[in-house]
Structures are given as structure tokens and as C-alpha cells.
């Protein structure tokens, strides 16, 4: 019997073997989903702690009001 993994995006089994080119994933598609999700979060890492705080007090900025959506 083979062993199977489930597919992470969509959960159909997948064949844990060489030929599953795209494993643990079904698909290529399911790939690049996953890769999508992934780039899309680090995306949604807020940037704040590049900002130069101190030089922003300078400018007169509060820091919290200044970063609040
Ligand atoms: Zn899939």
C-alpha cells in the first residue's frame, strides 16, 4: 500500500512517490497557492520597526497615532 499524504490546499491524498512532481501537494496549482499564502503573509508583516522612531519624534510624529490604520 502507498503512502499518501494529504494535499495541504485542497486534502485529497496524494501519493508520496516520485512521480507526485508537486508532493505534498496535489498539483502545481495547489503549489503556488500555497506559495501565494505564504508571500501574502509576509507581506502583512507590519514594516513599523524599519521606521527610524526618534527621527520620527523629531518630525513631531507621535509614534502610535502616527502608525494607526
Ligand atoms: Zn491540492
Known amino acids: 500500500m502507498p503512502l499518501t ?3 495541504p490546499i485542497c ?3 496524494v501519493q508520496w512517490s516520485p512521480q507526485s512532481e ?3 501537494f496535489c498539483s502545481e496549482r495547489c503549489k503556488m497557492i ?3 499564502d505564504w508571500a501574502s503573509e509576509k507581506h ?3 514594516v513599523k520597526s524599519e521606521f527610524d522612531v526618534d ?3 523629531e518630525l513631531g510624529y507621535d ?3 502616527f502608525f494607526k490604520e
Open 5 to 7: 499524504v494529504n494535499c
Open 11 to 13: 486534502k485529497i491524498p
Open 22 to 24: 508537486f508532493k505534498p
Open 34 to 36: 500555497d506559495l501565494g
Open 44 to 46: 502583512a508583516i507590519p
Open 55 to 57: 527621527a520620527l519624534d
Open 63 to 65: 509614534e502610535e497615532s
